[in-house]
């Protein structure tokens, strides 16, 4: 009876201070990733997030590029937040990498001072970092055009 008050109490402390027991750091760390992204993108750092894109998509936007045309395309208003939703592994096939490279799709909530949405975005493990990539529709875009938006 110990036992089971003592693993009830632990269950409790967890609960309350937002720990998940079963979190996944690797999911975690994927989920920061497009979170850190996605607040770079709207304080307008775009050659910050530029700098976390996977190299193989950095071969088809240079940094200089990627800045240039986001600058083009407005965010929607002031980011008031970013939750993370879901975390889950996947193989994706995208242009610019190899099929089916495994990879964590993140669905986020979006919440701004005009607009809120819920995105899902893909990232990839690079040496000991997650990078992001861009959609199929973008990348290939990118190989045609200096700024396919």
């Given at each position: 009876?110990?036992?089971?008050?003592?693993?009830?109490?632990?269950?409790?402390?967890?609960?309350?201070?937002?720990?998940?027991?079963?979190?996944?750091?690797?999911?975690?760390?994927?989920?920061?990733?497009?979170?850190?992204?996605?607040?770079?993108?709207?304080?307008?750092?775009?050659?910050?997030?530029?700098?976390?894109?996977?190299?193989?998509?950095?071969?088809?936007?240079?940094?200089?590029?990627?800045?240039?045309?986001?600058?083009?395309?407005?965010?929607?208003?002031?980011?008031?937040?970013?939750?993370?939703?879901?975390?889950?592994?996947?193989?994706?096939?995208?242009?610019?990498?190899?099929?089916?490279t495994p990879a964590k799709r993140?669905?986020v909530r979006v919440v701004t001072?005009?607009?809120?949405?819920?995105?899902?975005?893909?990232?990839?493990?690079?040496?000991?970092?997650?990078?992001?990539?861009?959609?199929?529709?973008?990348?290939?875009?990118?190989?045609?055009?200096?700024?396919?938006?």
């Amino acid at each position: 009876m110990a036992l089971a008050r003592t693993l009830l109490a632990v269950a409790l402390v967890a609960l309350a201070t937002g720990c998940a027991l079963t979190e996944d750091s690797e999911d975690h760390d994927a989920g920061a990733a497009v979170k850190t992204v996605l607040e770079l993108e709207y304080f307008g750092d775009y050659g910050g997030a530029w700098d976390r894109l996977h190299p193989r998509h950095q071969q088809l936007v240079t940094r200089k590029a990627y800045e240039e045309c986001r600058r083009g395309i407005d965010v929607k208003g002031t980011i008031d937040s970013v939750v993370i939703l879901d975390v889950q592994d996947t193989a994706l096939t995208v242009y610019g990498l190899p099929p089916n490279t495994p990879a964590k799709r993140v669905k986020v909530r979006v919440v701004t001072d005009e607009t809120e949405y819920t995105a899902t975005y893909h990232v990839v493990k690079v040496g000991n970092q997650w990078r992001w990539v861009l959609s199929d529709k973008a990348a290939r875009g990118f190989e045609r055009t200096a700024c396919p938006a």
